[in-house]
């Protein structure tokens, strides 16, 4: 009985082991596929903390009293060099926060890190350049990034539940729809900022929002291995 006993906790044991292994591997190789989306949430929480620890230093109450307290001219100068990586408040940067830890952490999994990088700092700043190409004293924040994340994702996502109905298989993947919905439901804000823009952080996440789409479409038929000359030959 106790050689039986003995045997099933060694088994039980090495089981565990096995098991515990296997989720250790699964986290590292995920967190390996979704490291610059965690860089870039380290990088825009420091330099928040650094905006609130300026902000106190200099006798202000927030970091958005600090901003609001520079000239128009300064204002404008700081939306066109640091305005993607910038945030006014606890909950301007925690909503974006949340939309590059989600649409951030599936694109760079499904492309990589270098994607994710050349797409944050083209749509931030494009997105910043916009209003204030239009007079505006512009915006701060990721929130263009964030929309144009969404964007890219929607994008994304659709093609691999397309990808998913052709070849006829359902595994894994059957994730996407869940991003697509994750996707619709940003769009929506989209569609509600077309009605009425109003103000330059408008301008921004409309502009974030289209550039995503661009980019996506782009970066989708790329991941597809579909060449422009291919997809228009097979519409012929």
């Known amino acids: 009985?106790?050689?039986?006993?003995?045997?099933?906790?060694?088994?039980?044991?090495?089981?565990?082991?096995?098991?515990?292994?296997?989720?250790?591997?699964?986290?590292?190789?995920?967190?390996?596929?979704?490291?610059?989306?965690?860089?870039?949430?380290?990088?825009l929480?420091?330099?928040?903390?650094?905006?609130?620890?300026?902000?106190?230093?200099l006798g202000y109450p927030s970091s958005q009293a600090l901003l609001d307290s520079f000239s128009r001219e300064i204002k404008m100068l700081i939306a066109a060099t640091i305005g993607p990586f910038i945030?006014?408040?606890?909950?301007?940067?925690?909503?974006?926060?949340?939309v590059l830890i989600v649409a951030g952490s599936y694109l760079e999994h499904q492309y990589d890190r270098r994607s994710l990088y050349i797409f944050y700092v083209a749509t931030g700043y494009i997105a910043a350049w916009v209003p204030l190409a239009m007079g505006s004293?512009?915006?701060?924040?990721?929130?263009?990034?964030?929309?144009g994340l969404t964007t890219w994702?929607?994008?994304?996502s659709i093609s691999r539940v397309f990808e998913m109905a052709y070849k006829g298989t359902i595994d894994l993947r059957?994730?996407?729809f869940a991003v697509v919905i994750v996707g619709l439901w940003k769009a929506l804000e989209v569609i509600s900022i077309l009605s009425s823009i109003d103000g330059a952080d408008d301008v921004t996440h409309l502009c974030g929002a289209l550039i995503g789409l661009f980019l996506?479409?782009?970066f989708a038929l790329d991941y597809h291995d579909i060449s422009l000359p291919t997809r228009l030959s097979i519409l012929e």
């Not at 004293?137 to 929309?147: E, L, M, N």
């Not at 994702?153 to 994304?156: E, G, N, W």
Request: proline share 1%.
């Open 45 to 57: 929480v420091v330099i928040f903390q650094v905006e609130v620890l300026v902000a106190h230093f």
């Open 153 to 156: 994702l929607l994008v994304h």
């Open 137 to 147: 004293v512009g915006s701060v924040g990721a929130s263009g990034v964030t929309f």
């Open 174 to 176: 059957i994730v996407h």
């Open 87 to 98: 945030h006014q408040g606890p909950q301007h940067i925690t909503d974006n926060l949340g």
């Open 216 to 218: 996506g479409l782009t």
């Open 1 to 43: 009985m106790t050689g039986n006993s003995d045997g099933s906790s060694s088994w039980l044991t090495s089981k565990l082991l096995s098991i515990s292994s296997q989720i250790l591997g699964s986290a590292s190789c995920f967190r390996s596929r979704v490291i610059g989306t965690i860089s870039l949430t380290f990088l």
